[in-house]
């Protein structure tokens, strides 16, 4: 009799939260990981071959919008996040406090992990405006909604563009920033074109909370109008305040990226943002997204990071984005495509790189999923 479920064989695995880039075989039994070894030590009644794959922990994807029924950004979570090697994917804002319930239900009959950070404006994010109306932020409602369910709300979202805000910026960040706090856990602020200056926003973040977008092209970026990383960000960042890419249709930079990494600001967590007006490109999936970071010269090893255990600290269950024994059993095989592949920013720049990263199997709790790979 066999010890195990499924042995993941001859991969080269990447596990960032135990430093581990190594030949190894990876154990599963009972839905979750039962060891990692050298090859050819583990037995079990079934193997699946990763000859010439990565292995690493199924992929987080800090920022998504999988509200397919609810929101016009949103996207079914399996066929757009599961199949493509993200196993755990975070709804950035597309439900508020009215229609949680919905998100929900949809969510219960998807095998993708979601979590979600509930928007400010009780009416999600339908569409761009939600929060034009100044009634729509709602403090009471979104800290009552998350205590309900705090197995999968994580934290507050809120997004401060004028086509999003209006009139009405300042009530919607300060609601914002008062329900998180009051709910005891994270905002997470996208402030692409607000009518504030980044350093403004900056300053009012608490540890924990997050920036996302960091690299998008408007002023309300981490990098100022000259190039240079604003001084606010790097106080922020030193006081626990983490900064997320958040690709997404326009709010992805390569120049942005770049200026940022030269002065030594990587992003703490890649994300793709991935919702209906990107997955079709620029963005496409998780995978392309880390593929643009290889291009711009962040080393394999901390872009996996980026995209497994940085962002897997921060959900509520123990061991997601490691390959710890005794953590959920979710694993992803990427090829390491080579070729000339043609990157598109959200400011529709390009660049040309070398490689692409393409999930070719993913198992989730243990189970192959069906499906997987181009
Ligand atoms: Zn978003």
């Known amino acids: 009799m066999s010890a195990y479920d499924l042995v993941i064989r001859h991969g080269t695995v990447i596990d960032p939260s135990a430093g581990l880039h190594g030949r190894r075989d990876v154990a599963i039994a009972g839905g979750r990981i039962a060891a990692v070894a050298e090859p050819g030590t583990l037995e079990a009644a079934r193997s699946l071959d990763a000859s010439g794959r990565l292995v690493t922990p199924g992929l987080i994807d ?13 996207v079914p979570a399996d066929a757009c996040c599961l199949r493509r090697g993200t196993t755990t994917a975070v709804d950035a804002g597309s439900a508020g406090a009215i229609t949680w319930g919905l998100l929900a239900d949809e969510l219960d009959r998807q095998a993708t992990r979601v979590f979600a950070l509930l928007h400010i404006s009780m009416i999600g994010m339908p569409a761009d405006g939600e ?63 607000a009518a504030m200056p980044m350093e403004a926003i900056l300053e009012r973040l608490r540890p924990g909370d997050i920036v996302t977008h960091c690299f998008n092209p408007s002023p309300q970026s981490v990098v100022d109008g000259c190039g240079t990383v604003h001084r606010e960000a790097f106080e922020a960042r030193r006081r626990g305040v ?6 997404g249709a326009g709010s992805f930079s390569f120049e942005r990226a770049e200026r940022a990494l ?9 994300s793709s943002d991935l919702n209906s007006l990107c997955v079709d490109g620029p963005a496409w999936d998780l995978p392309c997204t880390m593929s643009k970071f290889l291009l711009l010269g962040l080393a394999l090893d901390d872009v996996v990071a980026r995209a497994t255990a940085r962002p897997g600290a921060l959900l509520p269950v123990e061991g997601l984005g490691t390959l ?14 080579q070729g000339r592949f043609e990157f598109i920013d ?9 490689e692409r ?18």
């Open 62 to 74: 800090l920022h998504a919008h999988v509200f397919d029924r609810g929101s016009r950004f949103g």
């Open 262 to 270: 030269a002065q030594g600001f990587a992003p703490d967590v890649i």
């Open 242 to 247: 983490l900064f997320d890419v958040g690709h």
């Open 131 to 193: 929060l034009l109306d100044g009634d729509w932020p709602d403090v009471s409602r979104a800290v009552e909604t998350i205590a309900a369910h705090r197995d999968r709300l994580i934290g507050v979202k809120v997004r401060l563009s004028p086509r999003v805000v209006g009139a009405n910026l300042q009530r919607a960040f300060e609601r914002a920033l008062e329900a998180a706090q009051r709910a005891g856990v994270p905002l997470m602020v996208h402030p692409n074109a």
């Open 357 to 374: 990263l393409v999930a070719t199997a993913v198992v989730r709790d243990g189970h192959v999923v069906d499906g997987v790979g181009a």
């Open 346 to 354: 959200g400011a529709r720049q390009r660049r040309t790189g070398g």
């Open 324 to 337: 710890r024994p005794g953590a959920p059993a979710d694993v992803v095989l990427l090829e390491r495509r």
